[in-house]
């Protein structure tokens, strides 16, 4: 009873995937570790050859006629599997576009601060967008924007590469950043965890 329960907890997990007991087809084409096949057997007989190796009866393509199942050891196939998925999550990285908002007249110490936020946003990994809104007669002056964009860019420092130059849109002004691939502080970071 207490081997019923672990195996299903343990299909729980494997996400659909039945092993030994829970397989209900009377029939099923069995597949060995090696991936020979063993061809269409009962499947009390396909549970006996598995436990003779030791290992146990994993369906496979349920969806077949019949059922496909591997004799394997199914604790390394879940790990190796969550192992997989989890690369794949490391692998797939959600870029984000992170806006900053700033005005012509925009103060020093106001700068600073939505400079220290762009450049988190960046070493995050995420992208920046950087808008200038004019106000009233600003809009006769864009070279002044320009000019308040370039420093921003200043600011941010080796974070950072231009993905979309400075452009005038109605009466904002809007310019991209992307994270440059590995900054030169994170390869140093890197040298030393391997040194």
Do not use: W
């Amino acid at each position: 009873m207490k081997l019923h329960t672990f195996f299903t907890e343990v299909s729980h997990i494997s996400k659909k995937s039945l092993i030994n007991e829970e397989i209900k087809a009377p029939e099923v084409r069995v597949i060995d570790a090696e991936g020979g096949q063993l061809g269409i057997m009962k499947l009390s007989d396909a549970l006996e050859a598995a436990a003779e190796r030791g290992l146990d009866l994993v369906e496979m393509a349920p969806e077949a006629v019949p059922p496909v199942c591997k004799i394997m050891d199914f604790g390394k196939y879940r790990f190796e599997k969550e192992k997989k998925e989890k690369e794949i999550k490391k692998k797939k990285q959600v870029v984000e576009i992170k806006e900053i908002q700033l005005r012509l007249r925009i103060g020093d110490h106001d700068l600073q601060t939505k400079l220290k936020a762009a450049n988190k946003f960046l070493a995050d990994g995420n992208k920046v967008k950087v808008i200038i809104k004019f106000m009233g007669r600003e809009l006769a002056r864009p070279e002044f924007g320009t000019e308040l964009l370039n420093r921003f860019l200043e600011g941010c420092g080796d974070l950072c590469a231009v993905e979309k130059q400075p452009l005038l849109d109605g009466r904002n002004m809007i310019m991209i950043l992307a994270p440059k691939k590995a900054s030169s502080a994170q390869k140093g970071k890197e040298v030393k965890n391997n040194g």
